[in-house]
Nanobody, 126 residues
Framework: QVQLVESGGGLVQTGDSLRLSCAVS????????MGWFRQAPGKEREFVAG???????KYADSVKGRFTISRDNAMNMVYLQMNTLKPEDTAVYYC????????????????????WGQGTQVTVSA
């Protein structure tokens, strides 16, 4: 069993930056494909970014060029650096983990992840 705890959310202005962190415990982070998702009020949870066990990365088109996902397996941490934030980035952000055997596959479907954090709120004011 793995536990995920997100941190780093907050209230910022348009154009600001935030770095979200996801602490992984229970098993080593290197065992999992990791993803960041977000959910705005009244909307479905959507894929933001993902990173495979060997570091392959994928981003949603809406965040490409602004957000960067990274992982520090030695520290059991996953990060989401968010730059040039926009009001439409406002959402609860969730960290997710899945024990995917294919080291090249990035999972973008929320229903394929077994492990989730509790979420951290990001609010971007206009």
């Amino acid at each position: 069993q793995v536990q995920l705890v997100e941190s780093g959310g907050g209230l910022v202005q348009t154009g600001d930056s935030l770095r979200l962190s996801c602490a992984v415990s229970g098993r080593t982070a290197s065992s999992y494909v990791m993803g960041w998702f977000r959910q705005a009020p009244g909307k479905e949870r959507e894929f933001v970014a993902g990173v495979t066990k060997i570091g392959y990365k994928k981003y949603a088109d809406s965040v490409k060029g602004r957000f960067t996902i990274s992982r520090d397996n030695a520290m059991n941490m996953v990060y989401l650096q968010m730059n040039t934030l926009k009001p439409e980035d406002t959402a609860v952000y969730y960290c997710a983990a899945e024990d995917e055997r294919n080291p090249y596959r990035i999972i973008t479907g929320a229903d394929e992840y077994d492990y989730w954090g509790q979420g951290t709120q990001v609010t971007v004011s206009a």
